[in-house]
């Protein structure tokens, strides 16, 4: 297998190449608050996020930064995109910066892919429609290690809004590769069509999804990626779906949550369990963040430097 200067997504990694990014994540989290590395000094680094987010935006800023890699957050809001430009012509404008890196975050699935055909840097795919979510699921696969160790026939279950979830797809392809069983629960139209073909367990009841689980993974519901049809009222999702202390009964005894934000306290989840340190692991996740997208900046980075030798 050719090296690959991108990270689009989990599919097509291999277990070892998983495990390696999750140790070297291990790596940054220890000493990136005591000294600042510089591994990408005189790098560019440009985030273009054509929608919303906190948590992965300034976790790749600040990720770059602990790298000592020069950082450029471009403002879809105020570009050029806005005045009718095309994803192509930027892709030529950012080529002619000479960055390193681009992290990008775009509404249609695909099109970190597309975009990697037309820019010499390396892309990391930072959530593309429903399609994936590479470097959350692999953060998330990092706090599970450092809680469980072993992926081997953990049992995960993933609840909520599975159809419109890029996080969910990407999870489920990385903790498979690793060994994990894998269970989604959500209502029948929040799940995906033929998603039986990437070995998972489907449960429309919760108590039977969550039976025995290891980790349970809440997701939000994704409203804006909805045509109104797909869901019950929020208030009737919560009572059927949203997770609470009480409905963890039918889990293992030392079962955690996790949750990639932002969260609908009082949907999806309940606010004591989110902020019950001894069952959530959802600030482990926040912090996990940087250390690795910095693994997997330094990742790329290496390739690069390997084929350029």
Do not use: W
Not at 46 to 52: A, G, K, T, W
Not at 111 to 122: N, P, Q, R
Request: aromatic share 4%; hydrophobic share 40%.
């Amino acid at each position: 297998m050719s090296p690959n200067i991108h990270l689009l997504g989990i599919e097509g990694m291999s277990s070892k190449q998983i495990l390696k990014i999750l140790k070297r994540s291990d790596f940054f989290l220890n000493v990136r608050k005591k000294r600042k590395l510089e591994t990408l000094k005189g790098k560019l680094v440009i985030n273009l996020f054509f929608e919303n987010s906190t948590r992965t935006k300034a976790s790749f800023e600040i990720a770059a930064k602990s790298l000592s890699a020069e950082v450029l957050n471009i403002s879809v809001a105020n570009s050029s995109i806005k005045k009718g430009e095309t994803l192509i012509d930027t892709a030529s404008t950012l080529n002619a910066m000479k960055p390193d890196f681009l992290i990008l975050r775009h509404p249609n699935s695909g099109t970190a892919l597309m975009l990697s055909k037309h820019v010499e840097s390396s892309i990391i795919n930072a959530g593309d429609g429903r399609h994936e979510h590479p470097t959350q699921a692999l953060l998330d696969a990092a706090v599970i290690r450092r809680k469980k160790g072993n992926f081997e026939n953990l049992n995960v279950s993933i609840c909520g809004d599975i159809s419109n979830s890029r996080v969910a797809r990407s999870n489920i392809l990385l903790l498979k590769t690793l060994g994990a069983n894998v269970s989604i629960i959500a209502p029948p139209t929040l799940i995906p069509k033929d998603i039986d073909k990437m070995g998972v367990n489907i449960f429309s009841n919760l108590d039977d999804g969550i039976k025995k689980a290891d980790i349970v993974m809440i997701l939000r519901l994704q409203a804006e990626r909805m045509n109104g049809t797909e869901t019950p009222s929020r208030r009737e999702f919560h009572h059927l779906f949203g997770i609470n202390e009480k409905k963890l009964k039918n889990a293992s005894k030392d079962v955690l949550i996790m949750h990639p934000g932002p969260m609908n306290r009082g949907v999806e989840i309940d606010s004591l369990l989110a902020d019950n340190n001894e069952r959530s692991l959802i600030n482990d996740q926040v912090e996990m963040g940087v250390s690795i997208r910095m693994a997997c900046l330094e990742m790329l980075y290496e390739i690069r430097k390997n084929l350029n030798e």
